[in-house]
């Protein structure tokens, strides 16, 4: 949706307290989830605030330029659904929310993200894909918990440094970002601009292990440079057709 947008947009609804709770889902599980996904909104409801106790809140696919500040009141949050609105920044507030598992901020306006999102300590997936990032704050290096980052669609053209410092780790989308290489010959060009894993070497078998190494040795024989995807250890690449953020982000259940 961010991509292509036209400049004029459809009038904006609002939503009333009582049709914000009537959008609040029970799973089977006791997950308390504000669904408000697909609703033309503009501006984030005030008066959520009063449902500030929900688990999961669903903001996706709105014509949302902003979020408030009284997000930092839905402090018990577990998963919060931002994807596919308007949004060119995030609130200081963002970093208040410490029961944080998962965010999506796929397809906005995105051009920076604010220091304060390395305080969501417990956060394990976090989704950047098609937004306008260079760069990602240090404090990143702060989300020891990170398991899955989604930079796919962006204007990264090396790989983000304060990745390296998390060691729990295990996938990086880079998909269509501008990342450069050598010029060498095609049979041995690398994108750089696919997935990639982090595993750990006890968990390859022997010839795997081999393949991996062998490799990452092509890798080293072409990349010369300082700031390269070298920095990762154990790295393989792997195009498999990933769907893009626009066709829909999963979203891991967390118990």
């Known amino acids: 949706m961010a991509?292509?947008?036209k400049i004029k947009?459809?009038?904006s609804k609002t939503i009333t307290l009582k049709e914000a709770q009537n959008c609040v889902e029970l799973t089977l599980d006791g997950v308390r989830r504000l669904n408000l996904s697909f609703k033309e909104v503009a501006t984030v409801p005030k008066c959520i605030q009063k449902l500030c106790e929900m688990d999961e809140l669903d903001l996706s696919r709105n014509l949302i330029a902003k979020v408030p500040d009284f997000i930092g009141n839905f402090i018990r949050i577990r998963v919060l659904d931002l994807h596919s609105n308007y949004l060119e920044e995030l609130p200081v507030t963002i970093g208040r929310l410490q029961t944080l598992l998962v965010l999506n901020l796929c397809n906005n306006r995105l051009t920076s993200l604010p220091s304060?999102?390395?305080?969501?300590?417990n956060l394990q997936t976090l989704n950047l894909g098609i937004n306008q990032l260079?760069?990602?704050p240090s404090s990143i290096s702060a989300l020891k918990e990170l398991r899955?980052?989604?930079?796919s669609d962006n204007r990264f053209t090396r790989f983000p440094g304060c990745l390296r410092k998390l060691s729990n780790l295990e996938r990086v989308?880079?998909?269509r970002n501008p990342i450069a290489t050598e010029e060498v010959p095609s049979n041995e060009s690398l994108m750089m601009a696919e997935r990639l894993y982090l595993v750990q070497e006890s968990d390859l078998c022997e010839d795997c292990l081999n393949k991996c190494q062998t490799e990452r040795k092509k890798v080293e024989d072409v990349e010369n440079r300082k700031e390269t995807l070298l920095g990762i250890p154990n790295l393989v690449t792997q195009k498999d057709g990933?769907?893009?953020?626009r066709d829909g982000f999963h979203l891991k259940k967390h118990t």
């Not at 990933?242 to 953020?245: H, V």
């Open 148 to 151: 899955h980052i989604g930079l």
């Open 116 to 121: 304060e999102i390395g305080l969501l300590k």
């Open 173 to 175: 989308n880079l998909d």
């Open 3 to 5: 991509k292509g947008k």
């Open 242 to 245: 990933e769907r893009r953020c």
């Open 134 to 136: 260079e760069s990602l």
């Open 9 to 11: 947009q459809a009038k």
